[in-house]
């Protein structure tokens, strides 16, 4: 399973992005996805994850609000919704895809927010 993030770019604060990730060779059935981000000089931090199950969904307090999760049509799509950006959500974004006892990364994708 391989799965590959797009969508990220340049953006000045206050603006939107729409994450995609896309797995080739599985459908996301019974998978948690997670995003995560990864600014220069800081550790990975996640910023929401849903259970594909049944669409349970959850946010760190510092997204809450402005990133939203959901579901593509296609089985193997998941997106996240970045609103209301700031300077601080500068990062590369990465999809996390685990399906017990397996765990996927993407590559990651770079969100640049400009003041």
């Known amino acids: 399973v391989q799965l590959v993030e797009s969508g990220g770019g340049l953006v000045q604060a206050g603006g939107s992005l729409r994450l995609s990730c896309v797995a080739s060779g599985s459908a996301f059935d019974d998978y948690a996805i997670g995003w995560y981000r990864q600014a220069p000089g800081r550790e990975r931090e996640g910023v929401g994850c849903?259970?594909?199950?049944?669409?349970?969904?959850s946010y760190p307090d510092s997204v809450k609000g402005r990133f939203t999760i959901s579901r593509g049509n296609a089985k193997n799509t998941v997106f996240l919704q970045m609103n209301s950006l700031k300077t601080e959500d500068t990062a590369v974004y990465y999809c996390k895809g685990v399906y017990y006892p397996y765990t996927y990364w993407g590559q990651g994708t770079q969100v640049t927010v400009s003041s």
């Open positions: 849903v259970r594909i199950s049944d669409d349970y969904t």
